[in-house]
């Protein structure tokens, strides 16, 4: 009996281990955040290529343990305010970052151009900043997110949309209105306080300021 309760054991633990199949330091956000909202773009063909990006298997946001914790106390201050984090992208494999530089190298590919960058030619994404070789979503503790309110479910205007390329997704751009500078100002606000940096042509963009691993860019898949 005692052997057939051992056997049991190990087969519970090598299930949740083969579910949750990431490198140690590594998490599913909903396990720790099951009410936080995701839906990750590049998933699907809402993002600047208008197809599924390599890496992206299934709509679940993963990110590095530290980052996660943090993520939580900034989640349930602004639940505080009936608001939620959604998440649009959180870790990033390499081969994603590695599809991302092959498209822009295909100039005659501009697809969804006029919605994500009307006025920026394909080919100065690169020395314009707006696609690199690598990227530290791929070291697993930065993430693209806005708030939605959880009363009408809808998302804060921020003055431009997710991924828009140009000087209107700024942090630093003043061409908004008073709410919308409103909103990107209480998520800068909320973020920061809770351990997170911006970047700056990315108002929706955030990295942990002490991230685990800075210096190690990771390929393994979104499953």
């Excluded at 633990?13 to 936080?36: A, K, M, R, V």
């Excluded at 822009?104 to 501009?110: G, N, P, V």
């Excluded at 606000?189 to 911006?198: A, L």
Aim: contains cysteine; glycine residues 6%; hydrophobic residues 35%.
């Amino acid at each position: 009996m005692k052997r057939l309760v051992i056997i049991f054991l190990v087969c519970c633990i090598w299930s949740c281990n083969s579910q949750n199949n990431l490198p140690e330091g590594f998490d599913y956000i909903h396990n720790t955040i099951p009410d936080i909202q995701a839906e990750l773009r590049y998933f699907g063909n809402d993002n600047f290529i208008g197809k599924p990006i390599d890496g992206y298997n299934n709509n679940v946001a993963i990110m590095s343990t530290e980052a996660i914790k943090a993520l939580k106390k900034a989640q349930d201050e602004l639940k505080q305010y009936n608001l939620s984090i959604k998440i649009f992208d959180g870790y990033r494999p390499q081969q994603s970052v590695n599809h991302f530089v092959r498209w822009a190298k295909q100039l005659e590919d501009t697809l969804n151009k006029k919605k994500f960058y009307p006025k920026v030619k394909k080919q100065h994404l690169f020395q314009e900043g707006y696609i690199s070789s690598k990227s530290g979503h791929s070291r697993g503790s930065t993430l693209d997110m806005t708030l939605v309110d959880l009363n009408t479910g809808e998302e804060l205007d921020m003055g431009s949309p997710w991924d828009f390329f140009g000087p209107e997704s700024w942090v630093a751009n003043l061409e908004l209105t008073s709410q919308q500078r409103a909103n990107r100002m209480l998520l800068q606000t909320i973020m920061r306080k809770h351990g997170f940096k911006y970047y700056a042509k990315e108002w929706w963009h955030f990295t942990l300021a002490n991230e685990p691993f800075p210096d190690t860019y990771f390929d393994f898949p979104i499953e």
